[in-house]
């Protein structure tokens, strides 16, 4: 492999690791705060980016409008899942929640199948030509997918870290009880953290699907990484998630040469397996809420 090689599945690993970031962001904010991996995260990704291929389809509005949309529709639903099923079933075993979200996923992939159908989609997108530096190639797709990626992982640090919502969101993790004391409206906080998981979900499926196609498998395929990523960097750490998703795509590129693109799921197990034996608390060091 030379060097250019080398840099060309480096800037393949750094574009899908911001996409996988976001999924992974959701995962590990839902942890942070609601105790259990919302295995549903996937599907809801799947969901984000039928809803965005229906919008250009049956609309024939451009992708952004689409992709908008398709984030207030994934929202929407993310929010009714946490009132109408997670919300019922705080203060149990975490499991209770986890085996809801499976099912939740199952519910939405067999709607997706049956309304959608099983063919692969994809966006209506203008052909492009990558430039070429010398042999690194880069799509001028794929610099959008990461700008947006990037532009609003930011944008949700900012909430997490600069605004009374991340804080109230803080106290909601470390103590329920003594939010509530404190005149915190937990409900309300929970909704808006519902409606911003499933509005990064969205936006990560139509990214996903502007860099291959959209199927009723692609959120449980990138369900994997996500939460590899997200143990990798520290279960409940927004910047672990992230980290560990740039790190963990990295390695499944820089892979592809020696093991071929097909075993990249399973770099993903081999990771998440390493990481549970090892270091169980992740890169951060130790098991760290939303603080």
Same mark, same amino acid.
């Given at each position: 492999?030379?060097?250019?090689?080398?840099?060309?599945?480096?800037?393949?690993?750094? $574009?899908?690791?911001?996409?996988?970031?976001?999924?992974?962001?959701?995962?590990?904010?839902?942890?942070?705060?609601?105790?259990?991996?919302?295995?549903?995260?996937?599907?809801?990704?799947?969901?984000?980016?039928?809803?965005?291929?229906?919008?250009?389809? *049956? @609309?024939?509005?451009?992708?952004?409008?689409?992709?908008?949309?398709?984030?207030?529709?994934?929202? !929407?639903?993310?929010?009714?899942?946490?009132?109408?099923?997670?919300?019922? *079933?705080?203060?149990?075993?975490?499991?209770?929640?986890?085996?809801?979200?499976?099912?939740?996923?199952?519910?939405?992939?067999? !709607?997706?199948?049956?309304?959608?159908?099983?063919?692969?989609?994809?966006?209506?997108?203008?052909?492009? +030509?990558?430039?070429?530096?010398?042999?690194?190639?880069?799509?001028?797709?794929?610099?959008?997918?990461?700008?947006?990626?990037?532009?609003?992982?930011?944008?949700?640090?900012?909430? $997490?870290? +600069?605004?009374?919502?991340?804080?109230?969101?803080?106290?909601?993790?470390?103590?329920?009880?003594?939010?509530?004391?404190? @005149?915190?409206?937990?409900?309300?906080?929970?909704?808006?953290?519902?409606?911003?998981?499933?509005?990064?979900?969205?936006? @990560?499926?139509?990214?996903?699907?502007?860099?291959?196609?959209?199927?009723?498998?692609?959120?449980?395929?990138?369900?994997?990484?996500?939460?590899?990523?997200?143990?990798?960097?520290?279960?409940?750490?927004?910047?672990?998630?992230?980290?560990?998703?740039?790190?963990?795509?990295?390695?499944?590129?820089?892979?592809?040469?020696?093991?071929?693109?097909?075993?990249?799921?399973?770099?993903?197990?081999?990771?998440?397996?390493?990481?549970?034996?090892?270091?169980?608390?992740? $890169?951060?060091? +130790?098991?760290?809420?939303?603080?």
């Amino acid at each position: 492999m030379t060097w250019i090689d080398f840099v060309n599945l480096l800037i393949n690993g750094l $574009i899908e690791g911001l996409v996988v970031a976001l999924p992974a962001l959701a995962m590990t904010l839902v942890m942070g705060v609601n105790r259990f991996p919302n295995a549903a995260t996937g599907d809801m990704l799947t969901t984000g980016a039928y809803a965005a291929v229906a919008v250009q389809l *049956l @609309g024939g509005w451009p992708l952004w409008a689409a992709a908008l949309i398709s984030m207030v529709v994934t929202a !929407l639903v993310s929010a009714g899942s946490y009132t109408l099923i997670f919300r019922k *079933l705080a203060g149990r075993p975490m499991v209770s929640s986890m085996l809801a979200a499976i099912g939740l996923g199952f519910l939405l992939r067999s !709607l997706i199948g049956f309304f959608a159908g099983h063919d692969q989609r994809t966006f209506d997108l203008p052909l492009v +030509r990558a430039w070429n530096f010398g042999g690194i190639r880069i799509l001028p797709t794929d610099l959008a997918i990461a700008a947006v990626a990037a532009v609003s992982l930011a944008v949700v640090f900012v909430l $997490i870290y +600069r605004t009374s919502f991340g804080r109230q969101l803080r106290a909601v993790a470390d103590s329920a009880d003594l939010a509530r004391a404190s @005149g915190i409206r937990a409900n309300g906080l929970m909704l808006s953290l519902w409606l911003l998981v499933g509005a990064l979900s969205s936006l @990560g499926g139509v990214l996903l699907g502007m860099k291959a196609v959209v199927s009723p498998e692609m959120g449980w395929e990138s369900l994997i990484p996500a939460f590899a990523a997200m143990v990798l960097g520290g279960i409940g750490s927004p910047v672990g998630a992230v980290l560990g998703a740039l790190l963990l795509c990295v390695a499944q590129e820089l892979a592809v040469p020696l093991m071929g693109p097909s075993y990249k799921l399973v770099l993903s197990f081999v990771v998440l397996a390493l990481v549970l034996l090892v270091r169980p608390a992740g $890169i951060m060091g +130790r098991v760290q809420l939303v603080r």
